[in-house]
């Protein structure tokens, strides 16, 4: 069976970066932040993998 992709909640997107989840939020309504995924109407989650690609591309 091939491995799932770990899936985080915008709580835990915004602990690993150090931000308020608030500001995830806002990047997703923006759509600059990582790529989000909707499991349902209000339960969006991010590929672990894709947080860590867009970390690299927008780190200064």
Same mark, same amino acid.
């Given at each position: ?7 985080? +909640? &915008? ?5 690993? !970066?150090?931000?308020? *989840? +608030? &500001? ?5 309504? !923006?759509?600059?932040? *990582? ?26």
């Amino acid at each position: 069976m091939e491995r799932l992709p770990k899936m985080l +909640s &915008t709580t835990q997107v915004a602990k690993a !970066l150090n931000v308020n *989840p +608030s &500001t995830i939020s806002r990047w997703r309504s !923006l759509g600059t932040g *990582p790529r989000v995924y909707w499991l349902g109407p209000s339960c969006p989650r991010y590929r672990e993998e894709d947080v860590l690609e867009w970390l690299e591309r927008n780190a200064a």
